[in-house]
């Protein structure tokens, strides 16, 4: 064989090479430009996903402050509720001890007894005062 049929052997077989890779490289570059168009879409993914976040963090921001205020709020509530309950239950006993002498007075058919001074005397709340007032001018009317 003669040097000038080897040559045209081997240009015979580097093209039916390349005849033959060519469908292979026309997949590989498909396949490489649908990648480059799903890397556009994962990376406006990316992005949305993060101004999703910073949106959830500015928000949590928010409701922790809000959540703050609304328990200072009930804090509040529950402190003026304890000192209303708290005063309504020394009402309650000093309106008892006071049923407790109309009673005895309106049965015994003379006056109220008077009872017996404790040994912590406690001041009266102004509410209280204004009720034995209208308790001892209802009986002298």
């Known amino acids: ?57 500015a928000s949590i921001v928010r409701l922790r402050a809000t959540a703050d205020s609304a328990a200072r709020s009930v804090a509040e509530q529950v402190q003026a509720a304890s000192a209303l309950r708290d005063d309504l239950r020394f009402l309650t006993e000093r309106a008892g001890v006071a049923a407790d002498r109309l009673d005895t007075g309106l049965r015994g058919g003379g006056r109220a007894a008077t009872p017996e001074p404790s040994a912590n005397p406690v001041p009266r709340a102004r509410a209280e005062q204004e009720l034995l007032r209208a308790i001892s001018r209802s009986r002298s009317a």
């Open 1 to 57: 064989m003669s040097m000038a049929m080897m040559e045209w052997l081997l240009e015979a077989a580097l093209v039916a090479g390349i005849v033959a890779a060519l469908p292979a490289a026309l997949r590989l570059e498909r396949a490489l430009s649908g990648l480059s168009k799903d890397k556009s879409a994962v990376m406006d993914s990316v992005r949305g996903f993060a101004d999703a976040t910073k949106q959830a963090e």
